[in-house]
């Protein structure tokens, strides 16, 4: 069975740094095809995808938060960490990070989810 | 505003059909595979398709998916009020700024 589960701040101020970790089980991110997502759920609005990271560590990121994000994970603990600078308070939602699978781009899917974390950013 | 867009709500009888739209174009839908997601209330998103039209083990037949050109479609027959939630459609899009891309989401009501 897998599962995901997201930790971190649940308030953090305007323009400082956020740092979400997806901690999970029954998967390895050092096996061929899988990785990591993020996606976030402003309240009462759709669903935003952020970032990606592989099995062998590619990377993908939203064109729009690209110069804001980073993210990296450590095969060894099942964890994968998601940072955005400078945040605002546009960026208050309900965090989530996602198991996927597929080789490529184009071709993945999202079959497992954490249960989500919301993140205000106020002042 | 969502690169694919969805009717914001569809509403149908318990035990009837419905069908939720998701229309693109030909960087996305036209060109890569295409997932539904379901989420009830307070949860988080659970796929229901993925490739166009595969279901994920656990996911009823009543669920079917389908796609032509740059419009997919999500089908579910025999409505149960547990159907009730929203229902996303998401790909890739292959533009200048290739991303994942989901709909607006589409809130379905069972009278």
């Known amino acids: 069975q897998i599962t995901l589960k997201e930790s971190g701040p649940t308030l953090v101020k305007p323009t400082q740094t956020l740092t979400l970790t997806c901690t999970f089980s029954?998967?390895?991110?050092?096996?061929?095809?899988?990785?990591v997502g993020w996606i976030r759920q402003p309240p009462g609005k759709a669903l935003e995808w952020l970032a990606l990271?592989?099995?062998?560590?590619?990377?993908r990121f939203s064109p729009f938060l690209k110069n804001r994000l980073t993210i990296s994970k450590d095969t060894s603990k099942n964890q994968v960490v998601l940072k955005m600078t400078d945040v605002d308070p546009e960026d208050t939602a309900t965090y989530f990070c996602?198991?996927?699978?597929?080789?490529?781009?184009?071709?993945?899917?999202?079959?497992?989810w954490g249960q989500g974390i919301l993140v205000t950013v106020s002042s | 505003q969502s690169i694919l867009t969805q009717p914001p709500s569809v509403s149908a009888a318990p035990g009837q059909k419905v069908t939720i739209s998701c229309s693109g174009s030909n960087s996305n839908v036209g060109k890569n595979f295409v997932c539904w997601y379901q989420q009830l209330p307070g949860t988080a998103p659970k796929l229901l398709i993925y490739?166009?039209?595969k279901r994920p083990s656990g996911i009823p037949d009543r669920f079917s998916g389908s796609k032509s050109d740059t419009s997919a479609t999500l089908g579910i027959t025999g409505l149960q009020t547990g159907d009730e939630a929203v229902y996303f459609c998401?790909?890739?899009?292959?533009?200048?700024?290739?991303?994942?891309?989901f709909g607006g989401g589409t809130k379905l009501t069972v009278l």
């Open positions: 998401g790909t890739w899009d292959d533009s200048l700024s290739a991303h994942l891309v």
């Open positions: 990271i592989y099995w062998d560590d590619d990377k």
């Open positions: 029954g998967f390895s991110l050092s096996i061929s095809g899988l990785g």
């Open positions: 490739d166009d039209n």
């Open positions: 996602a198991h996927r699978r597929g080789y490529t781009d184009s071709a993945g899917y999202y079959p497992a």
